[in-house]
């Protein structure tokens, strides 16, 4: 039987210090947890701090975009050399992934994405996944590693994913630590306050955005401090941070992809009536909606929103978004079958 996938995603604020230098004692600890476990599981580590680490090879550096972007093309070299001497001792190589949401939003890449990580896992080789600022652009961008790391563990289907953060986990108004999240509470949001740390792009409102999105795709999440003592070790077993349950999930492996790495090309909105069709895993008919907005073409991924513009399902359209406004009340006209199409 394969081992189970585990996916541990790192950041920036995690693995630097305040002056924005990767800190070797961490990624020493990283090492040690993560050899530790590594017998047991297909691992795949998602780790930030290109940035941060190459930004003083940068003159005048102020976070332009193109300084970002060399910043990182040094970085990633340091961060992965950083990795590969800390698990060296222990017998482990290191190999680097490097992401665009193109990757993710064509399937047939996507599966050779993981095809390739299967050959590294075969090999004992932990994959270091980070997305790929150099070229990178702003349509294109992931909003951050914490979603890179949801589209793979829900992707691949992984039984755990772990989210390191600089504070213990989740805190409540009084700064104690939540230990259990029930992430299909729509206040959930409200838990993040505005402030993060300097040093990271997503902070906890990323964190509990997509530990969401894996728990409704039935990936179970833990957010735990990378300051804990064996952090790594007692997340595992659910014995720190703030731990958040998956879901049950019937969605098969393509539309978990669908539902969460493709890319969005338009959207449509939908009446009532059609809201109910689809509540009753029907397809999407163009009598029910109302209105289009974007330009997709035959086979892109759309999202279906309600009247109050809230995300319902996410599907693969069988129509163009030219012939759809043209047809907009023809009766009998399928704009997504029912097997291409996820509620969310
Ligand atoms: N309810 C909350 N519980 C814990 N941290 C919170 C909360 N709301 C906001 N934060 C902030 O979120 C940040 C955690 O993300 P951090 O580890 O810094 O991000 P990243 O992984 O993106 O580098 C912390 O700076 C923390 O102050
Ligand atoms: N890809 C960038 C990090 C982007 C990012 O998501 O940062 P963080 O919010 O710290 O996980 C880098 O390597 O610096």
Known sequence: MKKPIL?????????????????????????????????????????????????????NYKQRLSERKAAAAIGNTLLLNKYSDYFRPYGISIAQSLCERNHFSNRKQFLQLKKTYEKLWDNGIIPIANENDVVSNLELKF???????????????????????????????????IRELDTSDKKLLGLARKEKSDAGLGGMTSKLTYTRLANQMGIKAVIFGINTQDGILKALKDEAGTVCNARFCSVSAKNRWLASGSLIKGKVKVDLGAEKALAKRFSLLAVGVQSVVGDFEVGEVIEIIDHDDTTIAVAITKISSKSLKENLNTQNLEVAHANDLVLV
């Open 7 to 59: 996916v541990i995603k790192f950041g920036t604020a995690s693995i630097t210090n305040k002056e924005g230098d990767l800190t070797d004692h961490v990624i020493a600890d990283i090492a040690r947890q993560v050899a530790e476990v590594h017998s047991y599981y297909r691992i795949v580590l998602v780790s930030s701090g290109a940035v941060a680490a190459g930004r003083s090879y940068i003159s």
């Open 143 to 177: 909003s951050d590693n914490d979603e890179l790391a949801t589209l793979i563990a829900v992707g691949f289907n992984a039984s755990l994913l772990l989210f390191s953060t600089s504070v213990p986990g989740v805190l409540d108004e009084n700064n104690a630590i």
